[in-house]
């Protein structure tokens, strides 16, 4: 499952990426915001997308906020959860295939339409690669996440 989420600065990107996503075949739950609120909160939306996320194992999640950070940062406080706002196709692949991070986030402002869809189809048709060092490395980052270090 995919799960969309935006605040009032994403809400119309979010509307193109259902569209997008049932183009591609792919199931999605749209998390809210529902309609439209020019005073609503990126994190209340981000924050209830990564906690799906987080519970369900191989899911995904899609995030939009103004500049696609916003949500980002708010996702990655939950437990479990790897995310990042994503630049382009390129960058996208490489953060499924060696971090397998498993929400992005995309700007509603700086980032065109076309380039935001490819990303999309780029995050949902990307593969972790599984390799020992990227396992590795996670694994680090779950020792920091658990406050295991130091």
Same mark, same amino acid.
């Given at each position: 499952?995919? %799960? ?21 075949? %792919?199931? %999605? $739950? ?6 439209? &609120?020019?005073?609503? &909160?990126?994190?209340?939306?981000? $924050? ?7 519970? $369900? ?6 995030? #939009? ?8 940062? #708010? ?18 692949? #490489?953060?499924?295939?060696?971090? &397998? ?8 402002? %700086? ?15 990307? $593969? ?10 996670? &694994? ?11």
């Amino acid at each position: 499952m995919i %799960y969309l989420a935006s605040d009032h600065r994403g809400f119309e990107l979010k509307e193109k990426i259902k569209e997008w996503l049932k183009e591609l075949g %792919y199931e %999605y $739950e749209d998390i809210g915001a529902l309609k439209y &609120d020019k005073d609503d &909160d990126y994190p209340d939306f981000a $924050e209830l997308a990564a906690r799906r996320v987080a519970a $369900e194992q191989g899911s995904k999640g899609i995030l #939009a906020c103004g500049s696609g950070i916003g949500v980002i940062v #708010a996702a990655n406080k939950v437990k479990g959860i790897i995310a990042g706002t994503m630049t382009n196709p390129e960058q996208t692949k #490489a953060a499924v295939n060696d971090e &397998d991070i498993n929400i992005i986030g995309l700007s509603a402002d %700086y980032s065109s339409e076309d380039n935001n869809k490819q990303i999309v189809k780029t995050f949902v048709k990307s $593969e972790f690669s599984g390799s020992e060092r990227h396992i590795r490395r996670l &694994d680090k980052i779950k020792k920091i996440e658990e406050g295991l270090t130091q």
